[in-house]
């Protein structure tokens, strides 16, 4: 009997070890939250409990842990009740979480040239995963391309990495990412400086463009962020036969595939299936999702 | 995990089936009985029995998107019954549980009376410990709540269901009906066992941008704490019913804490089911428990049974 699957997640009261603020409605809150930051993996999440008098957790994706120190760090942005309540928790207060859920991103040497794509809040599993390809494997040349519609959670700068193909003066990076060589670039309708005005696809595919074919078989996608997005990316995906990888979310209750509140639509080899984002997701590979035509 | 001392004073039986805690982990809640194992400190041994996710004859994809919603106090759900099918479940799933853990009971479905009787047959050549009838699933076209919002048709699947097995059956009321105490009443007649009490209300939640209702199948089943006092009601007056015929209930419906399920097993429940809470605390079994073994210790209670319609009218 397999039962490999249990004791896989934990149950922690986790204290804010930092908070902070940004426009648009964003907070990244830092948990200590050792069990789980020793064990996460980019594409999971926490269940988060965000006030003792709502009866649904939330599901918030992580973007960064901190193994020996025992941290993770979560990036949101307030779109509803549970959120408002998330976004006004302080430094020493506990939280609940159930982690780390869910279906992590997979990748393999043969696609050395990795394209991260994250959208708005979907931005924290690309960073997350950023890292663990660059940091850790250190075999890796991501190129991660970050969109939003409200100002970026963080002080954009001009990059210091070189990245071939893309279009004059779209040179503004995310500095985290950055100081760990990874390059980054950024699109928005907004018009904010040094930034890519258009969508993020549009940027991709001007790299994309902008690589040899030999590079061009190096190269696959993941992507995180809103559903018209993830469904443009995995066109695109599709035109530059490339494989693609999409983190989706859904509204959820336990959290744990105990209920089946969370699925969506599935292409399957045995055919249309109903897949629980939470632990059959949240990544999906972007052709179950988006069936080609 | 349940303590020597509570595991003694919790312990009870039910339809003939030992129950380690009064507590049942309800239908549509926990999966096929291994999906909350993957939460370090859960166990199935901290619950009397299990409750499979409701099982029809055929496979269901069940409903689109959006399948839940938080609602003041409690949520919203509309899964459709989503199940891989009778057959699956027995020879596949069944031989992954593990049958020392706790009591596991399977939720029949169906559109059909027919479809009811041979979802009991498959389950009657099996391990399972336990039938729940579900004639009160508010989230499906045909069948469901449809039966069980009418004696005669609630009877007849009870009846059909009968004949097939002879392993308890507990027959699954709706809320949503008239006369609960004449539906009780024409269930035990056609052989019903015990009874769970109540399924959700049917509800609705609205997106006032686009006008539309936020749950894909436009309503839903309400659970959670918002409806626990119109649970308690309906648990005690079939309970009513039940006494004179000895048959037990399990009472549910917004169970959160100990004084939940104490007042639940006053009003006349012999068990206690617990759904919604596990999605706020995967681990409130345990501290249900405790609390129940507590208050019976400092009530010099020594055993559940002794609570069980306990319930002092006010004249």
């Given at each position: 009997m397999s039962q490999a699957h249990r004791d896989t997640l934990y149950v922690e009261d986790?204290?804010?070890l930092a908070r902070e603020a940004f426009d648009g409605d964003q907070v990244i809150l830092r948990l200590h939250a050792p069990q789980m930051a020793a064990r996460a993996r980019p594409g999971q999440f926490a269940h988060i409990q965000c006030d003792s008098c709502l009866p649904l957790r939330r599901p918030i994706s992580i973007m960064r842990v901190d193994a020996k120190a025992g941290w993770a760090d979560f990036l949101f942005k307030v779109v509803g009740e549970g959120t408002r309540r998330l976004a006004e928790r302080r430094v020493d207060e506990r939280l609940s979480l159930i982690a780390p859920i869910g279906q992590p991103f997979t990748y393999q040497l043969q696609h050395r040239r990795p394209l991260l794509i994250g959208g708005g809040v979907g931005m924290p599993p690309m960073i997350f995963l950023a890292e663990e390809m660059h940091a850790v494997t250190g075999a890796y040349e991501p190129l991660v391309i970050l969109g939003s519609e409200v100002p970026f959670p963080f002080q954009s700068r001009p990059s210091q990495l070189l990245v071939p193909g893309l279009p004059e003066g779209v040179i503004a990076a995310m500095p985290l990412l950055d100081d760990w060589r990874v390059a980054s670039r950024l699109a928005s309708l907004q018009g904010y400086p040094g930034t890519y005005e258009g969508y993020v696809t549009d940027l991709a595919r001007a790299w994309l463009d902008g690589l040899d074919a030999a590079a061009r078989k190096e190269v696959a996608v993941f992507a995180c962020g809103p559903h018209p997005m993830l469904e443009a990316v995995a066109a695109l995906a599709?035109?530059?036969?490339?494989?693609?990888?999409?983190?989706?979310?859904?509204?959820?209750?336990?959290?744990v595939g105990g209920c089946a509140g969370c699925v969506v639509p599935v292409e399957t080899p045995r055919g249309p299936a109903m897949q629980r984002v939470c632990v059959d997701g949240p990544v999906f590979d972007a052709r179950s999702v988006f069936p080609p035509a | 995990m349940v303590h020597k001392l509570e595991r003694e004073m919790l312990a009870s039986e039910f339809c003939g089936m030992r129950f380690d805690t009064p507590l049942v982990l309800l239908s549509g809640c926990v999966g096929f009985g291994e999906e909350y194992t993957r939460v370090s400190g859960f166990s199935n041994r901290d619950a009397g029995a299990v409750c499979l996710k409701g099982t029809t004859l055929e496979p269901r994809l069940g409903n689109p998107p959006h399948?839940?919603?938080?609602?003041?106090?409690?949520?919203?759900?509309?899964?459709?019954?989503?199940?891989?099918?009778?057959?699956?479940?027995?020879?596949?799933?069944?031989?992954t549980l593990d049958f020392d853990e706790t009591r596991f009971i399977a939720n029949i479905s169906g559109s059909t009376v027919e479809e009811y009787a041979e979802v009991a047959r498959i389950f009657d050549d099996s391990p399972?410990?336990?039938?729940?009838?579900?004639?009160?699933?508010?989230?499906?076209?045909?069948?469901?709540?449809?039966?069980?919002?009418?004696?005669?048709?609630?009877?007849?699947v009870v009846e059909a269901v009968r004949a097939q097995t002879e392993k308890p059956l507990i027959t699954k009321l709706s809320p949503n009906q008239t006369d609960i105490q004449e539906n009780a009443r024409r269930c035990i007649e056609a052989?019903?066992?015990?009874?769970?009490?109540?399924?959700?209300?049917?509800?609705?939640?609205?997106?006032?941008?686009?006008?539309?209702?936020?749950?894909?199948?436009?309503?839903?089943?309400?659970?959670?704490?918002?409806?626990?006092?119109?649970?308690?009601?309906?648990?005690?007056?079939?309970?009513?019913?039940?006494?004179?015929?000895?048959?037990p209930i399990i009472g549910q419906g917004g169970v959160t804490t100990a004084e939940d399920a104490l007042e639940f097993l006053i009003a006349g429940a012999s068990a206690v089911g617990v759904g919604t809470a596990l999605f706020y605390d995967p681990l409130v079994c345990e501290k249900i428990n405790a609390g129940i073994a507590a208050y019976l210790e400092r009530h010099a209670l020594n055993e559940m049974a002794q609570l069980v319609g306990s319930l002092v009218p006010n004249d």
């Open positions: 986790a204290r804010i599709e035109e530059y036969h490339l494989p693609c990888q999409v983190s989706l979310e859904e509204f959820m209750a336990c959290g | 399948r839940v919603c938080e609602t003041p106090q409690g949520m919203i759900n509309a899964i459709g019954l989503q199940n891989p099918g009778a057959r699956y479940v027995v020879d596949e799933i069944l031989p399972i410990d336990a039938m729940e009838i579900n004639i009160s699933c508010p989230n499906v076209k045909e069948g469901g709540v449809a039966f069980g919002n009418d004696p005669e048709m609630s009877a007849r052989g019903s066992d015990a009874f769970a009490v109540i399924n959700t209300l049917m509800g609705m939640a609205i997106d006032v941008e686009s006008r539309t209702p936020i749950i894909g199948n436009n309503q839903g089943g309400l659970s959670g704490p918002a409806i626990k006092p119109v649970a308690l009601l309906k648990t005690h007056q079939v309970y009513q019913v039940c006494r004179e015929h000895g048959i």
